[in-house]
């Protein structure tokens, strides 16, 4: 897929999404595309190599949530693996943008990504998140995950990061409901309740996903997130 054609197929999805994007955003997208294809030969970073589906299935998949995030917003990204949905964010907006993961091979992904794409308003950090929350408790305005884990582990990971008033963005796809309940319990313990959940079909398809908007109204106790690994074998 040439610029040109890559071009048409990425804005007629933006403006069914009515996001605006402008030519340099076009073309940081097209870079990113390369990269993620030339990159994925040497480290697993997607299983997604269609070029059509990169542009549904990560780029646009990534920006329907920016409707949720202004641009004064300090965002991390919590397991951002190839850079989804933060690096897409930060295209479109130049938000504040961390982006956190725990693989150090991704990592020199997404800093050769935001050195080849010229960048600002975003880094790279490796470090498991449950390390991370040790410094950085009640820094972020929002966190964001996509296709990261369960929502009861995922809210472990989250909300002690987030400030009071801040929000959590989880994308998930179509059955939640058991998640739903099964996040109750973590919810009252770590501070969050949920302001929404729109349910959404990614333009041109039949992919229905769902995204679950946390507000944290209280702190977070200081004993979350629990040591590395325990949230995913005993979530709360």
């Known amino acids: ?20 994007i402008d030519e340099k955003g076009i073309k940081n997208f097209y870079e990113y595309k390369e990269l993620l294809l030339e990159w994925n030969e040497k480290i697993n970073l997607t299983a997604i190599t269609d070029e059509k589906e990169i542009i549904l299935k990560h780029f646009i998949d990534s920006v329907c949530i920016s409707k949720y995030i202004d641009m004064s917003h300090n965002v991390i990204d919590v397991g951002t693996g190839a850079g989804f949905p933060g690096i897409p964010l930060n295209i479109i907006n130049d938000n504040n ?7 150090n091979k991704r990592i020199k ?17 490796h470090s498991r ?3 991370f929350a040790r410094n950085n408790r009640e820094k972020f305005d929002i966190a964001t995950s996509r296709a990261v884990a369960s929502l009861n582990v995922l809210l472990e990971y989250q909300l002690p990061l987030v400030k009071v008033g801040g929000k959590c963005i989880c994308m998930k796809g179509p059955n939640i409901e058991e998640e739903l309940e099964n996040s109750k319990k973590a919810l009252s313990i770590l501070g969050g309740e949920i302001e929404l959940i729109e349910k959404i079909i990614l333009p041109e ?26 949230a995913a074998k005993e979530p709360i």
Do not use: Q
């Open 1 to 20: 897929m040439d610029l040109k054609e890559f071009s048409i197929e990425m804005k007629r999805k933006m403006n069914l999404l009515n996001i605006e």
């Open 109 to 125: 992904f997404l800093e050769e990504v935001i050195s080849k794409l010229e960048l600002i308003n975003i880094k790279a950090t």
């Open 205 to 230: 398809s039949d992919i229905e996903r769902n995204i679950i908007v946390i507000k944290k109204i209280r702190s977070t106790p200081d004993k979350y997130p629990r040591k590395s690994g325990t």
């Open 129 to 131: 998140v449950e390390d």
């Open 97 to 103: 943008i961390t982006l956190l993961d725990s693989l």
